[in-house]
Nanobody, 127 residues
Framework: QVQLVESGGGLVQAGDSLRLSCAASGRTASTRAMGWFRQAPGKERESVAASSWSGDSADYADSVKGRFTISRDNAKNTGYLQTNTLKPEDTAVYYC????????????????????WGQGTQVTVSS
């Protein structure tokens, strides 16, 4: 079993940056591929970024490419999402998730590939 806790969200202005964190518990947390997703009010959840278990491979939604960076520190069992040049349309609750399968070497932006989810952290970007 893996538990995830996100943090780092907040209210910022357009153009600002935030670093979201995802602290994972469980002995095998560092061996699981990770993804970040978001859900805005009245909209479906969408993928944002994904990482392989080691962090060597990553993939991004087109809407965030060049602005967001996913990373992880497996020694600390923590994943990160660096969000730069934020826009009002980035406003959403951001969730991290990890896969049940261990040592996945490729990133996946499919939310149905993920088995464990955090409670989310709110990011609000004002114009």
């Amino acid at each position: 079993q893996v538990q995830l806790v996100e943090s780092g969200g907040g209210l910022v202005q357009a153009g600002d940056s935030l670093r979201l964190s995802c602290a994972a518990s469980g002995r095998t947390a560092s061996t699981r591929a990770m993804g970040w997703f978001r859900q805005a009010p009245g909209k479906e959840r969408e993928s944002v970024a994904a990482s392989s278990w080691s962090g060597d491979s990553a993939d991004y939604a087109d809407s965030v490419k060049g602005r967001f960076t996913i990373s992880r520190d497996n020694a600390k069992n923590t994943g990160y999402l660096q969000t730069n040049t934020l826009k009002p349309e980035d406003t959403a609750v951001y969730y991290c998730a990890v896969r049940k399968r261990l040592y996945t070497t490729y990133p996946s932006l499919r939310d149905d590939d993920y088995d464990y989810w955090g409670q989310g952290t709110q990011v609000t970007v004002s114009s």
